[in-house]
């Protein structure tokens, strides 16, 4: 991948391997590059008990832990962060590779790692899955696998941002020290507008990547609905190594309705009560942010009760306007004939 090309760099992508099948392996190299970040790094204030284990690690990252040298770190919140940090990498060491690790968090009603890490594996998976793509639309369509996004809808048009940008920006961070001596002098903030991706545009995404500050249009017929496909349909050739062709819908008109999926909570209730023949309120409606068809090249590994049917998806934001698409519902609820 050329320099200039490049993207989410606090991945460290680099430093993991593939294995024979194509997955994600593990590296020492990788568990090590956590130990430099903040949440990890050594401070002068650090106790010699957080020394010691931060010493360890970095002579063997996969050595044994035990819950005494973590007790022992006087701050609480240090010691938080490496009890968080360590069920992260034993459940990673107990699998091996990155895409079993991420799987395996779903066949459990209580996954043994905090949800940011959860976050973190599905967008190591995403980025190696699109390590070679150049579409701009594309990339930032696939942020919304690992990060909230916030909508609104702007002359029909549905646009979502990143979730923690707005928030950041809306609490004047983006004036720095400014925007804090504002907001204590109650002094409003001025808006700040963020970009939407567009052709014009599309070339600084990459600078900008770990920014996450460029709004994605996903209006029907547009650019940022049909990269959006294209991501969802990558993403189950990754998953099960099965060719799908998703694309958007207007709406659902089909009264041979056998089978769909909510990408979030909210879409898995609208669609359920519309499957069902429940009424619908247009207040609820209006939450959904794209519908979805999603057919499979080879109906044989499909069951056989679904087979020659469509299945049918959807994506909403809740009452707050929050959009949170959830991956792993590709994962468990398409109608397979092997499980995941």
């Known amino acids: 991948m050329s320099r200039s090309l490049s993207f989410w760099p606090s991945d460290r992508l680099d430093l993991l391997a593939h294995d024979d099948t194509g997955r994600l392996r593990l590296t020492d ?5 956590w130990l430099d970040r903040p949440e990890l790094a050594l401070a002068p204030e650090s106790c010699a008990a957080e020394r ?31 009890q968080l940090f360590l069920a992260f990498r034993d459940h990673l060491l107990a699998h091996g590779t990155i ?4 799987a395996a968090l ?3 009603p209580h996954p043994p790692v905090a949800p940011p890490f959860v976050d973190a594996l599905a967008r190591l998976l995403v980025h190696d899955m699109l390590r070679t793509e150049r579409d701009a639309f594309v990339l930032r369509a696939a942020e919304m696998f690992f990060r909230p996004q916030r909508a609104s809808v702007q002359n029909g048009r549905v646009l979502v941002a990143d979730a923690e940008t707005v928030e950041r920006l809306a609490r004047g961070e983006a004036f720095g020290r400014l925007g804090t001596l504002l907001r204590e002098t109650g002094i409003p903030l001025q808006p700040v507008e963020l970009d ?4 014009e545009r599309a070339s600084d995404w990459f600078s900008r990547s770990e920014r996450f500050d460029f709004v994605l249009d996903l209006g029907f017929g547009g650019r940022g609905l049909d990269a959006l496909c294209r991501v969802l349909e990558r993403w189950v050739v990754r998953l099960f190594g099965i060719e799908v062709a998703v694309q958007p819908l207007a709406r659902i008109r089909d009264e041979r309705w056998r089978w769909h999926l909510g990408l979030d909570g909210e879409a898995t209730a609208i669609l359920n009560d519309l499957y069902a023949g429940r009424e619908v309120s247009d207040e609820r409606l209006a939450r959904l942010v794209a519908l979805f068809r999603l057919d499979f090249r080879d109906p044989e590994v499909v069951r056989p009760e679904v087979r020659g049917f469509p299945v049918y998806m ?6 707050g306007s929050r959009v949170r698409l959830k991956p792993q519902n590709l994962l468990v609820n398409l109608p397979l004939v092997r499980a995941a």
């Open 99 to 102: 895409d079993e690790a991420w």
């Open 29 to 33: 190299a990788w568990l090590l590059s």
């Open 196 to 199: 939407v991706l567009d052709e």
């Open 106 to 108: 779903f066949r459990t």
């Open 52 to 82: 010691q284990l931060h010493a360890a690690l970095t002579e063997d990252p996969r050595c044994t832990v035990g819950p005494a040298a973590v007790a022992a770190i006087r701050d609480p919140d240090v010691r938080e962060n490496w």
């Open 314 to 319: 959807g994506l909403a934001m809740d009452a």
